[in-house]
């Protein structure tokens, strides 16, 4: 069975720092390109960012970019998500997903884990 | 960023119906999108891509049309478990976008 568990959510004060991770089984996680999507409470969905197989090509949306990090250790299965200098905006429950096909870059997301809440608040 | 605005916001329907619920893009992105259905208090789940292509285990009752700036996902007749919330999300553009959701709603 093709899973996803997240971990790592929590309440930090705005400027804080967090670290996401994600649990990989089911599937040769070495294989696939990585993501990380976010849905604000009551909100929609936002790429946040993307890890290659080996994590040798990153991609990040605007509006985390240079405040969040991914990398992922293949060895352990697991994609992680660095964030820094948070804000309010960022509170939102954060998914982790696989892309869609094997290698290539994850134009789409077939399996997703059930999400870790962040919280930004005083 | 290429902007998909989905329509309707809410629609309102009975089991049996036929839904059609319409994302339109900001720009051409040919037939690079795809529909997710998400329920309450889940993930999202692939449900078409490629604008007509559907994923591995969805029902024949949903499908996807269109190219370029204007989509349609339908269900030929609404069973309970459809009444929850689809996003549309392009792959034409980086960064990747989503659509502000449809919510379907039971009439």
């Known amino acids: 069975q093709v899973l996803l568990v997240e971990s790592g959510g929590g309440l930090v004060k705005p400027g804080g720092s967090l670290r996401l991770s994600c649990e990989a089984s089911g599937f040769t996680f070495s294989n696939y390109y990585m993501g990380w999507i976010r849905q604000a409470p009551g909100k929609g969905l936002e790429y946040i960012s993307y890890?290659?197989?080996?994590?040798?090509?990153?991609n990040y949306a605007g509006s985390v970019k240079g405040r969040f990090t991914i990398s992922r250790d293949n060895a352990k299965k697991s994609l992680f998500l660095h964030m820094s200098g948070l804000t309010a905006e960022d509170t939102a429950v954060y998914y982790c997903?696989?892309?869609?096909?094997?290698?290539?870059?994850?134009?789409?997301?077939?399996?997703w884990g059930q999400g870790t809440l962040v919280t930004v608040s005083s | 960023d290429i902007v998909l605005t989905q329509s309707p916001a809410t629609v309102s329907l009975s089991p049996g119906d036929r839904a059609s619920l319409s994302c339109r893009a900001s720009q051409s992105v040919s037939t690079h999108l795809a529909w997710y259905q998400q329920k309450p208090g889940q993930a999202p789940r692939l449900l078409i891509y490629?604008?007509?292509k559907r994923a591995a285990g969805i029902a024949a009752r949903f499908s996807g049309s269109g190219s370029g700036t204007d989509f349609t996902l339908t269900i030929s007749s609404l069973e309970s478990e459809d009444f929850v919330i689809y996003y549309c999300q392009q792959r034409g553009k980086w960064p990747l976008t989503f659509g502000g959701g449809t919510k379907v709603e039971l009439k």
């Open positions: 997903a696989r892309g869609f096909e094997e290698y290539q870059l994850p134009f789409y997301f077939d399996t």
């Open positions: 890890s290659s197989t080996t994590n040798e090509y990153t």
């Open positions: 490629d604008a007509s």
